[in-house]
């Protein structure tokens, strides 16, 4: 049972390129989320999806585009990078079946914009 | 809008005290409260959790209370050892289950 697995680690990415940001949870969990994490900012919603084939924004969406390909995966894309998405991401999922929607996260990919 | 502080940034303490780390929230419609351990360059470990409907959870040497009316949340270390060394982050659950996150208490504990 691996919990939440984030794809890569670390990127270095140029300013105008694109990536895309891989997430995935073999809880069986409903619903699924993507952060990011600044310094002195804390963890910032950026999308997020309560069940499979739904998603919704977060606090700062801007900039990202999302898709949850199906129950246990749910990917991050920038399409044109900047200086300013340089961030730790992480990906989060929880389940509402016990009614604690208690959070469970991945190990972070480092994002650099150059 | 929900925000959460958390007092205070910085803590530097001698091995063996005891600690309250402060966690506060602005609006107390919430499903529940989270506090998280980050080592840096780490990820978040999940500590307590504690249901809008309970007063408090414990888990070995960490107690968390929860006083949802005054939007108002303390997690207690009892004997602090170097290893508890980390960033504490309290993060409530509100609306569709969205996590909103204070900013974190930096904590070191020294020998």
């Known amino acids: 049972n691996a919990g939440v697995t984030q794809t890569p680690k670390f990127q270095v990415l140029k300013t105008g390129q694109s990536m895309t940001l891989q997430c995935a949870q073999d809880m069986n969990h409903n619903s699924m989320y993507w952060y990011r994490q600044d310094p002195g900012m804390g963890l910032r919603l950026i999308y997020y999806s309560a069940s499979e084939g739904t998603t919704d924004k977060g606090e700062v969406p801007n900039g990202y585009n999302v898709s949850r390909l199906n129950k246990r995966e749910f990917s991050l894309r920038l399409e044109s990078a900047a200086p300013s998405q340089t961030s730790v991401y992480f990906c989060?999922?929880?389940?509402?079946?016990?009614?604690?929607?208690?959070?469970?996260f991945g190990p972070g990919t480092r994002l650099t914009v150059t | 809008k929900q925000e959460v502080t958390q007092i205070p940034a910085a803590l530097s303490v001698p091995e063996g005290e005891n600690l309250v780390l402060n966690c506060s929230f602005t609006?107390?419609?919430?499903?529940?409260l989270q506090w998280f351990r980050q080592d840096p360059g780490k990820g978040l470990t999940s500590l307590l959790l504690i249901q809008s409907s309970q007063r408090e959870q414990t888990s070995g040497r960490l107690n968390a209370s929860l006083d949802k009316s005054s939007g108002r949340s303390t997690l207690y270390i009892a004997a602090s050892q170097p290893g508890d060394s980390a960033t504490y982050l309290c993060?409530?659950?509100?609306?569709?289950?969205?996590?909103?996150f204070g900013t974190g208490t930096r904590l070191q504990v020294t020998l």
């Open positions: 609006d107390s419609a919430i499903y529940n």
């Open positions: 993060a409530v659950t509100g609306t569709a289950s969205k996590l909103t």
């Open positions: 989060a999922s929880s389940s509402q079946r016990t009614g604690s929607y208690e959070q469970y």
